[in-house]
């Protein structure tokens, strides 16, 4: 159904404008791309993230024997939190296994696991996003592909950890997982195209508190998980998730269990670097008879100075819009609810504003940042808008400015949020210790039913906060060795609370 006569009309950007940002947007990479060559530090750094390295062997039986094993082992302790995740305490591994490369060919194979330590109190509110569901431990052989790659091209087929701006889920033990395929290739030494295509994703542990949490479980599908996890009463009457020991299809994890089969989830991508003044990616995201998303970010080091003292000018866009009727069939549907009688919407339930007045997705996020940087020092400020729909984000990426550890509202309907950021290197007095300190302000201004079934509308503003303060120390005697103790405060408009949240991380990387 369509929203009720007498709803507002938000300014949105018409399609011509997109456009035209897309054009200017791509005009200033091809502009770039006949400049100098690239320096050759930057070169080695962009080889460094495209190739996989792997020593390469004559004979077909030295593969294994000239393999190499490499991972993390990571822990997460919740050492306090209100009103919800209290408690929760689990290790993460990854043990990834890659063969030596024969005629460019190689094989690659990752095991992950987190497992609960035994100090997770399931009666004191615990936290949902360190394990499977249920609070039940988790294992999964998530990644296993063949890998055919030279200097300038690589192809990897078979389940993958696809790491992109709109997939890559962060402060996790098990990342989100997918099925499919992904071809690269460096055009030349500035730019690298990438072709992909996956049909299956497995959720990540932290998809729960996307979906609880971050989402305030009405706006799951604006946070990083779709509605592929099931909301169930779990161990000791605790609201849990069923459906992260799957791999699932794109389409059930987008819409769930009863939605169509579709082709899955298509991906092309330039990423640029001229010299160290400038780097540029554009991605667009094309979700078989759902919709299309395309997201592209801009760092520009617009003045040098002596001694390490640059200023950094960003900007990053966002556009997604349906494709095809069978994402009207499945989401024009949704409707806002707001109970008047207690002052809160009720999450049990999709009842938000997830489509425009037309039933269709048409959401338009634009954000900017500007850094200071000063030696160790860096000062950072941020806006973000979108003046369309919520933003359908099911893949567990959040690349917004404004988004804190818990907070991603600039991603939802008619927002326009804030964020100041201080982060400070220590490494004078003390090799490897740093803080940040990042604070956001989200506004969303929204028209809401009041009943289930339509009826009278409101207009209603929700104003969040969020503070965090993260201190990280690189032991310096034990190499690959992290530790990292985070301290979250937000203030809960929609769900009506205040939140705080400490968790200890102790990661390391072999």
Known sequence: MGFKKGQRNHHKFGRGQIYLLLLTFVSILLSQVSQAETPKELQQGMRRKFIEETPKVDQLNQIFSEGKFYGYLRLHHITSGSPIASSGSALGLKLKYTTASYNNISFASAFYTAQDTGLTDSKNKPAQGLLADNLEGYDTLGEVYIIKQD??????????????????????????????????????????????????????????????????????????????????????????????SQFMPISQAVLGKTSKSTQGLSVVAFNFSNDSNLKAQLWDYYTWGVMNSVYGDLDYTAFKFDQGHNIVLSFQFLNQTSAGEYAGSEIRNRISWYNQSTNKFDPKNLWVQMINSNGDVSSNYLGSRISWNYQD????????????????????????????????????????????GLSYDFKPLVKGLSVNLDYADFKNDNQFFTTLTGGQTVNLLTQNFETDFVVSYKVASVKGLLVRYIMVTRDNDYRKYEQTHNRLVVNYAF
């Open 151 to 244: 200097d300038h091209e690589k192809i990897q087929a078979g389940r993958l950890d696809l790491k992109s701006p709109l997939t890559e889920s962060s402060v996790t033990l098990i990342p989100n997982l997918f099925e499919g395929a992904c071809y690269q290739n460096h055009l030349n030494h500035n730019t690298l195209l990438t072709l992909g295509h996956v049909s299956t994703i497995q959720y990540g542990t932290r998809a729960a508190t996307e979906l609880f949490l971050i989402g305030d479980s009405a706006y799951a599908l604006a946070t990083g998980v779709g509605e592929g996890l099931e909301r169930v009463t779990g161990v000791d009457q605790t609201t849990t998730t069923r459906g992260k």
């Open 377 to 420: 020092l860096s000062i950072s400020a941020a806006m973000a808008q979108n003046n369309g729909s919520n933003v359908i984000n099911p893949y567990g990426g959040d690349p917004s400015y404004t988004s804190m550890i818990f907070s991603r509202d600039s991603l939802r309907a008619h927002g326009n949020s804030t964020r100041l």
